[in-house]
């Protein structure tokens, strides 16, 4: 899976403004549709309460955040899966984005012009997943006609692995004419892999993103409403198959692209404060969007730096060790390892020793999020 998130929606939604105050950069935003034709990329810090915590105990010469990736895809219109509006650039560049981040527009403004005339969430929730859906249909349809060659292949290997695959995407091609996204589908490993080279649009993980005026920060709205409705009745379906929620988060684009203008974090504290935000609605998205990814974060710590490094759900220490250096991996011995907790409540790493905390870690280790860790190695 791509390491990325895609915003995605219909034109004038927020996209661009939130891109923008996402990345702290100037990404073009325009009152007319499709003023993002290429899609803007940007390298986010992942905020992170716990790395000034540990650069506190462990005084370090600089400190360094995780990072992850946004892409600012233009706006979808109906008709795009046959090729409307930038239909066709809409939908390649999706494909290779991880996670999609809906924006929804959730606000009244007769300044800022709708590309259907009227906010619905409802219609345009269903515009660009039917779209989708379209496109991705299109998609199973092709493979179907070239499974049907395969199944009777001379290569006995290529027939099975088309006949394993026929009733899948005879359950996709039904899903998706009906509109509905390809997540729904619940799948084995194994049968995942059967499809995986289709990369299906429906199929990433997805978030809603609303974007409200400021009135609507503080109890929402029925826009909002109507937007955690269909994201409940999504999850309700999807709880039957494969079980990935669908995900809403709140957020007031303008006011976060205020928020984004201050440089003082002193003056974005007392910014948020007075808006009764405890903290912005930009570092949920990331949060969000990061552990869709399936990435989660270990440190390391000394009087160099300390660093938050990316990892993904799952992967052992040697693994982990190769996200810093591929010599560290190829030459693993064992990693010194203990919990940031343990850290913040003993208040030292002499103590954190003394107390039995730090482990010697192998091979075989799943690395946890917090993970404070020092790698050993030989090449």
């Known amino acids: 899976m791509a390491l990325n998130c895609g915003i995605v929606g219909l034109p004038n939604v927020g996209k661009s403004t939130i891109f923008s105050a996402l990345t702290s950069a100037p990404a073009e935003a325009a009152n007319y549709p499709f003023c993002t034709i290429n899609p803007n990329v940007g390298i986010v810090n992942v905020p992170d309460t716990r790395l000034p915590r540990i650069a506190a105990i462990i005084p370090p010469e600089r400190i360094v955040p995780a990072v992850v990736e946004f892409v600012d895809i233009a706006g979808l219109v109906k008709g795009a899966s046959k090729g409307e509006g930038l239909g066709n650039q809409f939908l390649a560049h999706i494909r290779e984005t991880g996670v999609i981040s809906h924006v929804v527009r959730c606000f009244d403004d007769e300044d800022v012009v709708h590309v259907s005339g009227s906010v619905d969430p409802s219609e345009d929730i269903e515009t660009v997943n039917i779209e989708l859906a379209l496109a991705d249909l299109e998609t ?19 027939a099975k692995a088309a006949a394993d695959a026929e009733p899948i995407l005879l359950s996709l091609r039904d899903l998706l004419a009906e509109g509905k996204p390809a997540r729904m589908l619940g799948l084995s490993r194994e049968q995942e892999s059967l499809i995986s080279d289709l990369h299906l649009i429906t199929r990433k993980k ?14 929402g709205n029925e826009h909002v409403r109507r937007v955690e409705q269909i994201a409940e009745a999504e999850n309700a379906a999807a709880d039957e198959g494969s079980g990935e929620r669908t995900r ?4 007031c684009g303008k006011l976060e692209a205020e928020i984004a203008a201050l440089e003082d974090p002193e003056e974005r504290s007392t910014f948020l404060a007075e808006a009764g935000l405890e903290r912005s609605g930009l570092d949920r998205l990331i949060h969000e969007a990061y552990e869709l990814l399936g990435l989660r974060t270990f440190f390391t710590a000394g009087p160099k730096e300390v660093r938050a490094w990316t ?13 810093i250096h591929t010599d560290f991996e190829r030459g693993f011995i064992k990693a010194e390892t203990y919990h940031c907790e343990d850290l913040f409540a003993l208040g030292s790493e002499q103590k954190v020793r003394e107390a039995g905390k730090l482990r010697q870690e192998g091979k075989e280790y ?5 993970d404070v ?4 190695f030989n090449v």
């Open 140 to 158: 199973v349809e092709r493979r179907i006609v070239r499974n049907e060659k395969n199944k009777r292949s001379a290569n006995r290997d290529a």
């Open 206 to 219: 997805q978030l809603y993103v609303c974007n409200v005026d400021e009135a609507g920060l503080a109890g």
């Open 248 to 251: 809403v988060v709140v957020l």
């Open 311 to 323: 990892f993904h759900k799952g992967d052992r220490a040697p693994q982990a060790a190769g996200v």
């Open 366 to 370: 799943i690395v946890q999020d917090g």
């Open 373 to 376: 860790m020092h790698f050993k």
